[in-house]
């Protein structure tokens, strides 16, 4: 019992670790305490003892004069070593606010994790924000199948290990979100073979997405970019997608393949 409890003191700290680095974004380069305790909804106290050991750990630097914290460049190379080379580099982030700055549209960076998509890098726009944002934050998560991104990243399974990922994923939503298996591979086939996609992000948010796959060295890692914008009649998402590639090709070590179908919002069974 005591061993279990343990663990459990363990998780919760590792959780909160990854909520005080994911704070920090575009729109929050420093913090207090209070700005942690008042997200998370945390303890003031542990919230304090974490964000000190976190100094002593040299993962973010305290101004004494204002009590604000703010990320170290450890925070920003732990980890990156062993990315592709356009992430450990830098490119992407190049790539990323060059796009933001000429359609001024909010971008996110996905990954796959479990039977989940995750928002790994969450981007605001310049020039227009989701209405609904809903849950579109750094490391924001959804299932596969109820989001356009996850069929994307769903489509470099391995065929015999995506018909199992569908199958649990089927079990385990509420009936209102069940799905037809077949009907659901094929939108992953279709997704496969344009590479990328457009429709609904999800994440409770209202807004669509525009995206594509990365070149990734191992399939079972995949990842996506995409822009995500309020659908109207002055947003084209196939020049969404044409920008994201010319973009990624320029920068990128491995070249994008071209798009042989054009542009329709790729929809799913809910």
Same mark, same amino acid.
């Given at each position: 019992?005591?061993?279990? /409890? ?10 909160? &670790? ?9 729109? /929050? ?22 964000? @000190? ?11 004494? $004069? ?6 170290? *460049? ?20 190049? #790539? ?24 790994? $890098? ?8 989701? $209405? ?16 356009? #991104? ?28 069940? =799905? ?22 999800? =994440? ?18 995949? &990842?996506?970019?995409? =822009? ?8 084209? *998402? ?16 491995? *070249? ?5 179908? *054009?542009?329709?919002?790729?929809? /799913? @069974? @809910?």
């Amino acid at each position: 019992m005591l061993a279990a /409890h343990c663990d459990g003191n363990k998780a919760k700290t590792a959780r909160r &670790i990854i909520e005080v680095l994911e704070y920090f974004d575009e729109q /929050h380069r420093e913090a207090t305490v209070m700005d942690i305790v008042r997200r998370y909804n945390r303890p003031q106290s542990s919230t304090s003892e974490l964000l @000190a050991t976190l100094v002593e750990l040299g993962m973010l630097y305290k101004d004494n $004069r204002s009590r604000l914290y703010t990320l170290t *460049p450890r925070a920003a190379i732990l980890g990156s070593i062993a990315q592709p080379a356009f992430v450990r580099h830098g490119t992407l982030s190049v #790539v990323v606010d060059s796009l933001i700055a000429q359609h001024g549209l909010s971008m996110a960076l996905f990954g796959l994790v479990g039977l989940n998509t995750q928002i790994f $890098r969450w981007s605001l726009g310049s020039r227009q924000e989701p $209405r609904d944002a809903g849950q579109l934050c750094n490391g924001a998560q959804e299932r596969l199948c109820d989001s356009t #991104v996850g069929l994307l990243l769903l489509s470099t399974i391995e065929q015999n290990r995506r018909a199992g990922m569908l199958r649990r994923l089927n079990a385990e939503a509420p009936e209102e979100k069940k =799905f037809v298996p077949s009907q659901m591979n094929q939108q992953v086939q279709e997704a496969a073979m344009r590479g990328f996609v457009t429709g609904p992000v999800a =994440f409770d948010s209202s807004a669509h997405v525009a995206a594509i796959l990365l070149p990734s060295d191992d399939s079972s890692r995949p &990842i996506a970019l995409g =822009f995500v914008y309020e659908p109207s009649e002055d947003i084209d *998402p196939s020049m969404l997608i044409a920008s994201l590639r010319s973009a990624m090709s320029r920068n990128a070590e491995t *070249p994008l393949r071209d798009a042989s179908e *054009p542009c329709e919002p790729l929809l /799913h @069974a @809910a």
